[in-house]
């Protein structure tokens, strides 16, 4: 099921979208206020982002910049929903990142037509991850390491997908957390450290001097295949 974030200060326009979109079987969430917008994006996690660009206690366009500069968000597609109807208007809004400009009033069909456009649009994640001798094939949920196969639990398993999608990326524990726990967690930031630990046992031919999963002081951990440093012998 896709999930919608609508952020849209209009109640009687909410409650309807709200309706309509359910009822075509997608999972809305959203907020009447756009001051907290960015961060019930990061803990929803929506597949798409219904955005009103004149909310009463906050702009939209910059809503829709700390989106885009979000490494975990950037590429979720926006629609902004505005009464904004101008040409400059909307090619400031497309130029910021928006996927699609949808002027008020419109028809409720029109948008459920482009949020499945939306959707049509985007391609399929890559079934099997490769790096550094580990592959990770989603479909089957397996990890083999130089062919031989590894022994994750599923938490392990998920915190491995997210990080090796993502190579180079450095992510805190906080956002870890959030996108490997959800939102609804009843764990602290350091559980991060206790399952990379435990990544590294499986995954690493050396975990004390690990090649895949690094840890990033000050920030966090990425996933990036190293090559092994070897000391230079002794003149």
């Known amino acids: ?61 910059e809503i829709c910049k700390a ?50 456009l939306q959707f049509r649009s985007q391609t399929a994640p890559t079934r099997v991850l490769e790096a550094g001798g580990l592959v990770l094939d989603r479909g089957s949920c397996q990890v083999r390491l130089h062919g031989a196969p590894l022994a994750l639990t599923a938490t392990e398993f998920r915190l491995l997908e997210f990080l090796m999608s993502r190579p180079g990326m450095v992510f805190s524990r906080e956002q ?12 602290t930031d350091r559980a991060v ?8 046992q499986k995954v690493e031919s050396d975990p004390a001097n690990p090649q895949l999963i690094h840890s990033i002081r000050g920030f966090g951990y990425t996933f990036e295949v190293r090559a092994t440093q070897v000391a230079a012998a002794p003149a």
Not at 11 to 40: H, I, M, P, T, V
């Open 176 to 187: 870890l957390l959030n996108a490997v726990w959800g939102q609804d967690r009843a764990i």
């Open 193 to 200: 450290d206790v399952y990379v630990l435990r990544l590294r």
């Open 1 to 61: 099921m896709k999930r919608i974030l609508l952020i849209e200060d209009d109640a009687d326009l909410f409650a309807l979208l709200r309706y309509n979109l359910e009822k075509e079987g997608f999972a809305l969430s959203g907020s009447q206020s756009g001051r907290d917008a960015l961060e019930l994006c990061r803990q929803v996690r929506p597949d798409l982002i219904l955005l009103d660009i004149m909310l009463p206690d906050y702009d939209g366009l």
């Open 67 to 116: 989106v885009r500069k979000d490494p975990e968000l950037s590429a979720t597609p926006i629609i902004f929903l505005t009464a904004r109807a101008a040409e400059t208007d909307r090619i400031v809004g497309l130029e910021l990142g928006a996927n699609d400009y949808v002027v008020k009033p419109f028809f409720v069909r029109e948008l459920i037509a482009r949020i499945k």
